[in-house]
């Protein structure tokens, strides 16, 4: 596709209940990225993949939370027992490369999925 | 503490009028700056990054932003603001080594009146 695609766009949970939220990244894209972005405030870090290896999770907020990336292309961001803090925007982004910084690899956003939780 | 500062949490401006907004940093080093617009219900684009060289670094849209070592700033600029300017704009940082993730402020939400 022409950029990343996210689903659900929208997602209202019970508290209690699970949630899956998907990410496609752009085609041939070898990082991934998730954030969580609470209201008003600006995305946070969660976790990072390189192709299918997950290389960095440490700002997942707890273990209810898990992600993966299989097959190194689609990722799914689970969160068990949703909680109402959970509620916020949960962004995906790609990047092309692997083996450089940050700043040397342009991150391209998914319109994100916002989760309520009731 | 590395933090990415933006202390203007909204800003209002006339249609045609000139904007900056301002971003500071506190990191180890001077790491990757980044300036991005997320429109309601659309993803980060980004308006323009420095890594190197020169400090005033032109974007899309018109922005620019300019680095300033001695300030640890990073501030966002624009000549003539047009109304579909309106969005929220975060300022974000990449650290040289460590993390490959970005780091973000909180924010600047711009109000752009007729």
């Known amino acids: 596709g022409a950029g990343v695609s996210q689903s659900p766009r929208y997602k209202v949970a019970k508290r209690g209940q699970d949630v899956a939220l998907r990410c496609d990244p752009i085609?041939?894209?070898?990082?991934l990225f998730w954030y969580q972005q609470a209201l008003g405030q600006g995305p946070e870090f969660l976790t990072y993949f390189q192709n299918e290896a997950q290389l960095d999770k440490s700002g997942l907020p707890s273990d209810r939370f898990f992600a993966e990336r299989p097959e190194g292309s689609v990722s799914t961001l689970k969160i068990q027992r949703t909680q109402q803090e959970d509620s916020a925007v949960y962004l995906c982004?790609?990047?092309?490369?692997?083996?450089?910084?940050?700043?040397?690899?342009?991150?391209?956003f998914g319109p994100g999925t916002r989760l309520t939780v009731l | 503490a590395q933090s990415v500062t933006q202390p203007d949490i909204h800003i209002t401006v006339s249609e045609g009028a000139s904007l900056e907004l301002r971003c500071n940093y506190s990191y180890g080093a001077t790491p990757y700056l980044f300036w991005y617009v997320q429109s309601p219900g659309q993803g980060l684009q980004l308006l323009l990054k420095y890594f190197s060289g020169d400090t005033l670094v032109q974007g899309i849209k018109g922005f620019e932003a300019e680095f300033k070592r001695s300030q640890s700033s990073f501030n966002l600029r624009k000549p003539s603001v047009h109304w579909s300017d309106a969005a929220e704009y975060f300022c974000?940082?990449?650290?040289?080594?460590?993390?490959?993730?970005?780091?973000f402020g909180t924010g600047t939400r711009l109000t752009v009146i007729p």
């Open positions: 982004a790609s990047s092309l490369n692997m083996r450089v910084r940050a700043g040397d690899n342009e991150q391209f």
């Open positions: 974000a940082v990449g650290l040289l080594t460590g993390a490959n993730n970005l780091f």
């Open positions: 085609s041939g894209h070898v990082s």
